[in-house]
């Protein structure tokens, strides 16, 4: 399995941009996957997850600005990122359970590099 992010870069406060994570060797219509942001010094929060059959969630910083979305066809994730904060700021990665589901606790097993967003 490999998951490799694109799309980061810098940005202006009120921007946009949209972040992408293929997949190699994993279905995204039969897994969970989410978005993940690390900011310098601080613990890495979870964005958004959306499940194999499509459920979505978001955390709440980022509800109603960012969009989570795949393409089962091509096993792409993708998280568009609207209002951008200075707080935006940080590493996003992507990230996959083993199951289809996103209600669980269970960890997320594979994860991408990360992909850098700079917010000014």
């Known amino acids: 399995v490999q998951l490799v992010e694109s799309g980061g870069g810098s940005v202006q406060a009120g921007g946009s941009l949209r972040l992408s994570c293929a997949a190699s060797?994993?279905?995204?219509?039969?897994?969970?996957v989410g978005w993940f942001r690390q900011a310098l010094g601080k613990e890495r929060e979870e964005l958004a997850t959306?499940?194999?059959?499509?459920?979505?969630t978001y955390a709440p910083s980022v509800k109603g600005r960012f969009t989570i979305s795949k393409d089962n066809a091509n096993d792409t994730l993708y998280l568009e990122m609207n209002s951008l904060k200075p707080e935006d700021t940080g590493m996003y990665f992507c990230?996959?359970?083993?199951?289809?589901?996103?209600?669980?606790?269970?960890?997320?097993?594979?994860w991408g590099q990360g992909t850098q967003v700079t917010v000014s």
């Open positions: 990230a996959g359970r083993n199951i289809r589901s996103c209600a669980t606790n269970l960890p997320f097993r594979y």
């Open positions: 060797a994993y279905s995204l219509s039969r897994h969970c």
């Open positions: 959306v499940s194999g059959n499509g459920d979505v």
